[in-house]
Nanobody, 118 residues
Framework: QVQLVESGGGLVQAGDSLRLSCVSS????????MGWFRQAPGKEREFVAG????????RYAGSVKGRFTISRDNAKNTVYLQMNTLKPEDTAVYYC???????????WGQGTQVTVSS
């Protein structure tokens, strides 16, 4: 059974950077698409970024494009989300997800909190 564990969240100031990591165990990491989602208080979970199994294609939400970068290391079963120029509106719980494509996910981690102060 696939398990996803996120790390790297924290409290930062606007303009700072953070890098989230998600380690996958179980299943075959290198064959699945991976993604990041986030959920702010009182809001629905939203897509942030996705990456295909070999890293050849990435996809981003418009609100983070140019500031966030998703990448993966299949040798380490790990996907990353580099977040630069953070804004208070980026405050949310960030979830790692695994799926069959960058549009379809079926496994989720427990989430890591990111808080950006102004």
């Amino acid at each position: 059974q696939v398990q996803l564990v996120e790390s790297g969240g924290g409290l930062v100031q606007a303009g700072d950077s953070l890098r989230l990591s998600c380690v996958s165990s179980g299943g075959t990491f290198s064959t699945g698409a991976m993604g990041w989602f986030r959920q702010a208080p009182g809001k629905e979970r939203e897509f942030v970024a996705g990456i295909t199994w070999n890293g050849g294609i990435t996809r981003y939400a418009g609100s983070v494009k140019g500031r966030f970068t998703i990448s993966r290391d299949n040798a380490k079963n790990t996907v990353y989300l580099q977040m630069n120029t953070l804004k208070p509106e980026d405050t949310a719980v960030y979830y790692c997800a695994r799926g069959s494509s960058t549009y379809d996910y079926d496994r989720w981690g427990q989430g890591t909190q990111v808080t950006v102060s102004s």
